[in-house]
């Protein structure tokens, strides 16, 4: 089996006497998609927060392309290839689909962004961008003004951006929150393409585009996992069913 790009051991995080996150150890491995799901408070976001470096454990690991980034920032975490969407964006409202990517792409290459005039017309960052573009689901609306998408479009705009830091993987907090039916459909075919180019840690609470997606899901119940497999073995699961899932699995 492939060497996991991401993995956690024995994470824990407790806020006062609430434990968020108790003994979490799971892994992320090249090529799949692996959701995070569970009830309100279980400690989903907590976690998201502890891999990105947002917050610090009490105890356990997090290990990233085989080293211990325990020590890094969120900034350094995301130079070594750790892309968080959908929370933080950098979206320029005014500019094009086209240009925000290629800002990116610049931004990515350490270049600076004096000439930004001539970097839209430089095939070495318009060629990738142009790419990225494609990737996210967006070919077509490279010269839409982003303060023009739709909130779907906007989200596919995110990722764009974030192909551009070349990821080594990704956490998505919700992507699919706030978006309708169509658009929920839509980007599950994005991220379905997007495990290719990176790994997806995903934490989501449409359920059918989880079992869509995953590859393997974790049920993390009072900040405990309490199963790890595949959509079917969770689905499977009485103790999962029981505490989270219901009936109607
Ligand atoms: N900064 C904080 N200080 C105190 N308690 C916190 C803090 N952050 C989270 N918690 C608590 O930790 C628990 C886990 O919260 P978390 O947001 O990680 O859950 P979640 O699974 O992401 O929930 P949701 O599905 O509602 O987003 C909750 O009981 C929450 O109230």
Redesign the pocket.
Known sequence: MAEPILSLGGLCKS??A?R??DDVSLDLRPGEIHALI????????????LIAGE?APDAGHVRFGGRDIGGLDTAARARAGLARSFQVSSVIPEFSVLANVVLAVQGASGASFRFFRRALRDPHLTGPARAHVAHAGLRGREDIAAAALSHGERRRLELAMALALKPRAFLLD?PMAGMGAEGARAMTEILSDLRSQAPILL?E?DMDAVFALADRVSV?VY?RVIATGTVDEIRANAEVRASYLGEEA
């Open positions: 806020f006062g609430l968020a996150t569970g009830p309100n408070g279980a400690g989903k976001s907590t976690l998201i927060k917050l919700e934490v609470h993390l900040g």
